[in-house]
């Protein structure tokens, strides 16, 4: 855990919300009350559970992991799939019972959920204990809404405002040796099986030196390893006053001073430039992994899915990636049984993992998004046909992974230590593309980036340092 106090400083209405509720709480409790934040979803929510926390935090909240021990319960939810949506329902329902309980227990529900109407609709009308519901456009206004909810409302706020980037909001980081950075909010590619656009509003830039400065401060904390983010960082600084690109981004955060390697996500194939694979390259803190989802191996299904690129131009992405750094680590995302695949489609697809032979891959079965034109296609395939696609899929990048995992060994590379793994006097790290490694040394090295040869695989790589 790593907390910083940005006080909010532009913001002195939140400020003062904040200061009130600390009041109230230090009248109302005898020892400071406890906050549990439980989020969902991707790396982004991640981000902004830690700006959550950071805010909690000022406004005297302590933490805990057991709902029993809790007086405030935060769900940042997801909405990307079905799935994600139907365990944050029951999740939710389940905390009726603590509730009866504890009847002051406030109980928050946040994120890309409760940015859609249909949503807030649900929780005003089936979940009347919930006290607060507010989207992702106004994380920042926490200290207000929960003054509010300690004034006995009940709070729902999901504006989509869709402007301003809010930097003072205070911080509190889970890890102290990696740590998350948002180069960029929301998303204007409208993938038409995507929720992402609706839930998080149009993408803004965060300015380069903001970035800048919290590299900076993430570095001299101490911090080996930075995650920039953004839905499409590849289109990172449109609509700045200051003229920049993200593989300019990348340069300049190279040139900060210190141990650390930075990583990103998620690049976009449209947008992905042989600029920025130079960049990745020269940038010897970058490490060398690309996250680029393909989606569909099928040119027909791109186009359905408005992904403005095909497998042609994306196999010739990887090539030119591959040119210039052979040992690249290549991860993707894949869509099976998008509406109106067929098998023939879907064999594409797998073409192009064994054409490709990724480092490791994320598969989703298509899941309809309600306000998305894919949940209104035509979806003739049944759920059990595609989840026999899914299984073949995952079969044949198994067999890869495997391979790709044997071919390692021999070779060295550079693995941040991430603490003792679970094998007797081993430590444990991962490389650049993320595979873990185990391999003999003293604890002195966590949080170290170390060289490390790989000398076997058997289920893990064991390596020995150089
Ligand atoms: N911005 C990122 C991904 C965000 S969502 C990008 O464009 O790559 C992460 C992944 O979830 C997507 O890449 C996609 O593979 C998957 N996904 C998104 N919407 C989905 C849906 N409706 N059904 C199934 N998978 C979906
Ligand atoms: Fe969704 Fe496409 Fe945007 Fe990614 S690029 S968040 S898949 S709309
Ligand atoms: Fe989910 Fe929202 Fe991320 S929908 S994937 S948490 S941007």
Redesign the pocket.
Known sequence: MFEINRNFSNSPEQMEFALRVSTILKNKYSQKPRALVITYG?QQNVSDSERLKGMLSLMGYDFTETPDEADLILYNTCA???HAEDRVYGNVGAMKHYKRRNPDMILAVCGCMAQQDIVVKRFRTSYPYVNLVFGTQVQHRLPEFIYRCLSGERVYETTLDNGEIIEDVPLRRDGTLKGWLPVMYG?N?F?T????PYVRGRERSRKPEEIINEAKEMVSSGFKEITLL???VNSYGKGLDKQINFAELLREINAIDGDFRIRF????PKDCTLELLDAIKDCEKVVKHL???F?SGSDRILKAMNRHYDSASYLKLIDAARERMPDIAITS???VG?PGETYEDFSKTVELVKKVKFTSL????????NG?P??DMEDPVSREEKGRWFSELLKVQETITANNLKVMVGKQYRVLCDGQSEREGYLLGHTDGNVSVEFEGDLSLVGKLCQVRIDSYSNVLTGTLV
Do not use: E, K, W
């Not at 996500?265 to 976009?268: D, N, Y």
């Not at 994320?362 to 998004?369: D, E, G, L, M, N």
């Open positions: 991707c990307v799939r079905g998303c590619n993938c099986y995507c929720i992402v953004g839905q499409n996500m998620t690049s976009h996250h680029l989802p989606q995302d894949i869509i998008f994320f598969t989703f079965i298509f899941s309809p998004r998305t894919a949940a």
